[in-house]
């Protein structure tokens, strides 16, 4: 069958976006009108409802170009592009900025439709051809109203529309699973231990210094001069959910790492500086010893008493908010990076119960690892799975 070729400009009856409102005189307030950013538009729906910001009544009306009504389709067209999402029937009045194209489609396109179109390969394409990378990446409203839609009549498209949307579902399930999977760590620490900020069970109180096997060592410089190549750590390794043994580079330096400098899975390897506070300071155990990869100097690496404690329970609390507060109370700031050295991580203090206790954790969180990556698993079966059916959708074999 033979579909037609219609740009998506002929699809709407606007296209459009916002502005910042400070830009223009209008402040942001507590609450009001939800003003929404790239970051409230993600997997594939709108959240008006976290990390938003808000302005009046006033600013929504001065606004006029960019109000958004329930049935629009949003996509990102600054920064991250090409994010994209139907407004709900039920939202409330909502408002954009300049990061945020507004489509308003006309009857001849179902919204379902379009947006399984727009995070299509075939629009992707189009969108990575038109984007213009410089400081960010980004769209113009004229390159949006150009991307060319292969658009078959409205039974085909509500079919199509349905097939996919059971497809996704499958997957949106499955990232909900993931993400309980992953909040149960949490939660058994807190039924275990209690809050380790209040410390309701009185367990002793120890620093960092009383539990190291050895002193707190930091990472190697790279030497550009240097001509031994050898692996190292990026900081990503230690600054993500959790350790990324993938996140390795190669690196020259003046003499070979001398083996107590390789990675080790009883070292707890902290960020030591970041323009992001939130980062500095985090700290992540290996899972296990990568005796051929150093780590550099942007990481400390604090090598613990296994006798004293169980990694996995030292992981989550040097990375809860008890911690956390310590951390962020004393690093520096120098031109824009925050870091923290040896003497302050030393002095961290935090509960320690029994190592029985901490082990049983390590039992618990062992499985709940495994539960996990058997989610991550059948997730990336059931994105293959969509990704085959969206290919052959938009080719029309289906």
């Not at 947006?115 to 990575?128: P, V």
């Not at 009549?153 to 499955?174: F, G, N, S, W």
């Not at 992953?182 to 900020?197: H, N, R, S, V």
Request: glycine share 6%.
């Amino acid at each position: 069958m033979t579909w037609r070729v219609v740009s998506l400009g002929d699809l709407c009856s606007l296209i459009t976006k916002g502005t910042t409102p400070t830009t223009l005189g209008y402040e942001f307030v507590d609450e009001g009108v939800a003003f929404l950013r790239v970051q409230n538009v993600d997997n594939g729906t709108v959240n008006f409802q976290k990390d938003t910001l808000f302005i009046d009544n006033q600013t929504h009306h001065a606004l006029r170009r960019s109000q958004i009504e329930p049935g629009d389709v949003l996509v990102s067209i600054a920064g991250t592009i090409g994010r994209s999402a139907v407004v709900p029937a039920n939202a409330p009045p909502l408002n954009c900025n300049q990061a945020l194209a507004i489509l308003r489609p006309t009857n001849q396109i179902l919204r379902p439709f379009l947006q399984h179109w727009l995070n299509s390969e075939n629009a992707k394409a189009q969108i990575r051809g038109a984007s213009v990378t410089g400081t960010i990446s980004n769209l113009s409203l004229t390159q949006i109203g150009n991307l060319n839609i292969d658009l078959p009549p409205l039974p085909e498209q509500k079919r199509i529309a349905q097939i996919l949307d059971a497809a996704d579902t499958l997957r949106v399930k499955r990232r909900a699973a993931l993400a309980q999977v992953e909040e149960l760590t949490q939660a058994i620490f807190l039924e275990m231990f209690g809050d380790p900020a209040t410390n309701p069970m009185g367990w002793p109180l120890k620093s960092l210094g009383d539990i190291l096997e050895i002193p707190l060592r930091n990472g190697l410089s790279p030497s550009h001069s240097g001509t031994v190549v050898a692996k190292v750590l990026t900081l990503s390794a230690v600054t993500r959910g959790e350790f990324d043994p993938e996140a390795v580079k190669t690196s020259t330096f003046a003499a070979t790492p001398p083996p107590d400098q390789a990675v080790c899975r009883s070292d707890l390897l902290i960020c030591r500086g970041n323009g992001n506070i939130n980062m500095v300071g985090l700290g992540r155990f290996a899972p296990t010893d990568m005796p051929d990869t150093t780590f550099p100097d942007t990481i400390i690496a604090a090598r613990v008493k296994t006798s004293l404690v169980v990694p996995a329970f030292l992981e989550l609390l040097w990375n809860s908010v008890a911690v956390r507060t310590q951390i962020e109370s004393l690093a520096r700031t120098t031109n824009g990076t925050f870091k923290v050295n040896q003497t302050m991580l030393e002095g961290i203090r935090f509960v320690l119960p029994p190592l029985s206790s901490q082990q049983k954790f390590g039992r618990r969180v062992a499985a709940a690892k495994k539960l996990k990556a058997a989610h991550r698993r059948s997730l990336a079966e059931l994105d293959a799975l969509f990704a085959a059916l969206q290919h052959r959708a938009f080719r029309g074999e289906l």
